[in-house]
């Protein structure tokens, strides 16, 4: 069985800083780009960082753009989003998401981040 699981999350204050984990497991992703996502009460879902299978590239929403790090260890099968400088607008639940092409196939059950202002 497929499972991404995600944890880190919580209460933090604005301007905090908080470490996102993403363990997959049930197949290896060491060949997928991954992704991590959010989605905040009455939003749509965006797509906030992206890292490739090696970790050699990475992409960022414009909103976490030099506050948000995305990494990950192939090793550990487990991607990681650092979030700094974290703001009330940051709060949301947050999904890790493996791809494979240009979709992404997998998803976990969301952690929730809640920055207090």
């Known amino acids: 069985q497929v499972r991404l699981v995600e944890s880190g999350g919580g209460l933090v204050q604005a301007g905090g800083s908080l470490r996102l984990s993403c363990v997959a497991s049930g197949r290896t992703f060491s060949s997928d780009g991954m992704g991590w996502f959010r989605q905040a009460p009455g939003k749509e879902r965006e797509r906030v960082a992206a890292v490739s299978w090696n970790g050699g590239s990475t992409l960022y929403g414009d909103s976490v753009k030099g506050r948000f790090t995305v990494s990950r260890d192939n090793a550990l099968n487990t991607v990681y989003l650092q979030m700094n400088s974290l703001k009330a607008e940051d709060t949301a639940v947050y999904y890790c998401?493996?791809?494979?092409?240009?979709?992404?196939?997998?998803w976990g059950q969301g952690t929730q981040v809640t920055v207090s202002s």
């Open positions: 998401a493996a791809s494979q092409g240009l979709t992404y196939l997998y």
